[in-house]
């Protein structure tokens, strides 16, 4: 998330009542969940096998729970708890607005698009041209929809990303600020869900096709002319490229990357990275050929077992 | 799709500038995808691969991309591009109207029928008597509700079909103009969503029980008294017939059939056609008594590996 | 579900015209199907398989197809169809009353929630303080949300339990009576569905934290600082203890317990109760680590094959 506007290390640090080392005066333009970092954004880190991670960065600006030299044109705010600070900034500068209308007055909508009864727009969404919203669609704060867009009943774009820290007795949840982008000519199936960025961008590329019943994680990008079937649930953070198809049922675990042009068949599940142009199957997910071969044997198994 | 007012080929091939062969004066009284054709229909093919299938369906005129004979008392219509002129014939003759209401005034709702808050009925809806719709439930245009019907809240009945050309850097987009048609006694969960049949009609029939979050594809037909569990996944040109059982989570692909009676245990993928009155399980599918007599062999292949 | 006025068992049984044996005076304060059912309820049973039950529960009164001495201390009404009749005191007691506006006026919500705009909030239901129900949230009769709750959009809670009787040639439905209840600090993710109870309550412990298109159905029990991924489904009457976590797309059959702290991997299908604090792969689900070698084995099933 950028900053409407860019505040001085002295000022954040003032919010959150922290100490700080580093140029008083430096900017922080941006909040950015670790996975998402920019220059002139400040992040945080709580778990010291991720604070190389944190400082190495391109975040210029770091909440940490340890007392350290600070990098070379960077800061450091000290912190007992950088998960409760960085919290506490987002929902200072991305506070949650009531709605006033089923259509924020905020929000621009372009020529010729068509928004059906009981459609629910957020503050600040804006709407290409020639965009069809169809009944009871909902679409969250700050989300951004190209032109040319399907969006079918019932689909919500930008719901919180699912993302909770586990304290000793409850979970915190990490506030998010980030948007939905879906790009144009996409088409969004009935009751797919969307979830936006922790503090960046949901992508759903130029000319994909979800069909029904989707989840789509934050954070997750997906790349143009992607095809996913009906109840296919990707976690956040993932990264699928151009022309991957994924038939129904398929889930993909967070973190990882599906190479351009991939054909997954139904009901597999990928808990790794998958290379490009080729077809998958199974749970856990093989080369569709692999897989085949495997099923092939599994057949001959009771004459293996006469013949022991 | 029957035309409101047929046409003959002559007039059809004006609409889309084409030449043809045949009688100009043959009437054209439905526009129908190949899957779904009857005598009068037009339909389309563009794949040598499917021309024979074309040519001798039920369809009486043919949107073709080759210049041939046409068979007796048939007509072709001779197209660069067979998927494109077809679409802009369902465009012309079933073109999308924008509600101007949550209950369409053209919508007919019968005797008895309850329509809670937040319910949207499209255009040209048919819903019979004693059904109960709970909020926030969509019907789309020209969809038909029997009798004594229940449809849970955020269920969407008559979305578009899932269906996409793929074309060099793009999907095209098959404009459906089917309907859903949910015969009477029939109960759909919540946020379940059944798609409209892209010419034709996806049905429910008489009795079947639909549980929440399950997706059913354009032009499946599911018979009477089925009954599905929540997050069953059926794809699109399925034939269930009567009785049948699908437990959470079941996938079913398209284009398949599954027999009388038949019942399949949860998270089963299915990808042939089943016979009726016998129980299934896995993915891929087997006879349930196959699969447990093959869960119980992978359980002595730490044996059979010790040994060898 | 409590009668707001209890009856005696003379009056129960002259609603549905059937015979009684036991003291005409006893009270009846509650109907309950057998699972839940609690001393002062009248149940049913139908299957000589379950008379035993049936008869030896806490419930004060048994409506029972078949003729026998009534237990001590209790009372039996004798009908030719108990699940009918059944269904006819829950109708009688609990009849369907449709909504007059978006937000029942007999609901009562707390200070400083925030209903977003296209929420329906049924009769008698309360929410708790500092609740945010986002757009296009149906919340059916009855339920109880607790303070400190946030439920996206398209979210379901409360609609009816998916438990119908087979007859000869069609299902009859039970008419649910049941609740929700969500406890406090509980999110709810878009387009999930939570169904009531038949007649007790589908309970979400406290703190409980679960994704979008998640599935929750009638009568099970959630605990505390549960964490469900998304596209979950539990069936009916499940015992989930606190600390368990679900990853994506996993199954859960009816009628089974899953002990704190368990942790289950995506995809996963529980068809049996489940030990607490270990972690389960696979369908059928296994511990985690026993699945993992078998994965290995199969990899090895070239080389047996080859040896043999």
């Given amino acids: 998330m950028q900053l409407k506007t860019p505040k001085t290390i002295k000022e954040i640090a003032a919010i959150i009542r922290a100490e700080y080392d580093g140029d008083p005066e430096m900017i922080v333009s941006g909040l950015n969940e670790i996975h998402r970092v920019k220059k002139g954004d400040i992040t945080f880190v709580d778990h010291p096998k991720y604070y190389k991670k944190a400082l190495s960065s391109a975040a210029s600006t770091i909440i940490i729970n340890k007392k350290m030299a600070f990098p070379n044109g960077k800061a450091l705010i000290f912190s007992d708890d950088p998960f409760r600070d960085f919290v506490s900034l987002v929902k200072k500068f991305s506070p949650f607005q009531s709605a006033e209308s089923m ?15 009981g459609v629910f727009i957020g503050n600040h969404v804006s709407i290409g041209k020639n965009c069809l919203i169809h009944p009871n669609v909902t679409i969250y704060d700050n989300c951004v929809i190209g032109d040319h867009v399907v969006i079918h009943s019932g689909a919500v774009i930008g719901a919180d990303a699912f993302y909770f820290k586990r304290r000793t007795d409850h979970y915190d949840k990490l506030a998010s600020c980030g948007r939905v982008v879906i790009e144009d000519n996409v088409e969004i199936g009935a009751n797919t869900t969307i979830d936006k960025g922790v503090s960046g961008d949901t992508v759903i590329g130029a000319g994909t096709k979800l069909d029904n019943l989707i989840q789509v994680g934050h954070d997750t990008i997906i790349g143009k002319n992607c095809l996913f079937a009906a109840q296919v649930g990707v976690a956040g953070c993932v990264n699928i490229e151009d022309d991957v198809i994924l038939w129904g049922q398929v889930g993909v675990q967070k973190d990882l990357t599906i190479g351009k042009g991939a054909v997954v068949l139904g009901q597999s599940g990928i808990a790794k990275s998958l290379d490009g142009n080729k077809t998958y ?28």
């Fill in 281 to 308: 199957f199974g749970s856990p997910v093989k080369e569709a050929k692999e897989k085949m071969k495997e099923l092939a044997m599994m057949k001959r198994l009771p004459e293996i077992i006469e013949r022991l």
């Fill in 103 to 117: 259509i924020s007055p905020s929000a621009t909508i372009g020529k010729h698009s068509i928004l059906q009864p």
